[in-house]
């Protein structure tokens, strides 16, 4: 239990803060509501299993180790956030009959497998919780770790959906259906932006590595 609430302390702010998956699945809860961004969150957390499976196991060594590929898929993963937002941009209405801007199962994969900011939470994880997983329940530890942050991710990803859904209650105006959508894509274009401008190709072409 003191390992959980160790755990629990260090893994619930990163998986709970306003990252791209999160923001996209605010806007998603409030495009379609919760039922209907199911196939995203499966998506996003199907991939999210399987990177801890990787890391957990020793290959994210070998990830870890081919620090291009990981910028490469960052870059390919913010512009992938712009398509998204420009979705939400082009998109008129929260209604029912409105599918242009509903995101699926695909959609939920490709943004998790072009995330390297969710290798890096899976690798702190590992990093530092690995050895008192492994005394705590031996050769399960690892196994109890994958576990416990697919549950975590899975609770809090439908609270973000929530969220979304709530916000989109609020009014049924049409202009702040557009404004909602419009501050949602803004955060997925801040965010890519940001992820742009911190990735180490990027900064090693503009000359600001230091």
């Not at 961004?37 to 499966?42: D, E, F, G, R």
């Not at 070998?62 to 979705?87: D, E, F, H, R, T």
């Not at 509903?102 to 899976?122: P, T």
Request: charge should be neutral; aromatic fraction near 12%.
């Amino acid at each position: 239990m003191s390992l959980f609430i160790v755990w629990l302390g260090v893994m619930f702010p990163l998986v709970f803060s306003p990252g791209p998956a999160n923001i996209v699945f605010a806007a998603s809860g409030a495009r379609v509501g919760v039922k209907r961004s199911i196939p995203l969150v499966a998506g996003i957390d199907s991939v999210f299993i399987i990177k801890s499976i990787v890391v957990g196991y020793g290959l994210g060594e070998v990830v870890k180790s081919l620090p291009n590929l990981m910028n490469s898929l960052q870059l390919l993963g913010s512009m992938y956030l712009v398509y998204v937002a420009i979705k939400f941009i082009r998109s008129h209405s929260s209604k029912a009959e409105d599918m242009s801007a509903e995101l699926g199962f695909r959609d939920g994969v490709l943004i998790q497998v072009l995330n390297s900011k969710g290798w890096l939470m899976v690798f702190l994880m590992f990093s530092l919780f690995t050895e008192q997983s492994q005394d705590a329940f031996g050769d399960n530890g690892v196994a109890i770790l994958i576990i416990w942050l697919a549950f975590l991710n899975i609770s809090i990803h439908f609270v973000w959906v929530s969220i979304g859904e709530l916000l989109s209650r609020v009014s049924s105006s049409p202009l702040y259906e557009k404004w909602l959508n419009f501050f949602y894509a803004c955060c997925l274009i801040a965010v890519s932006t940001w992820l742009i401008i911190e990735n180490p190709m990027v900064r090693t072409y503009l000359g600001l590595s230091t």
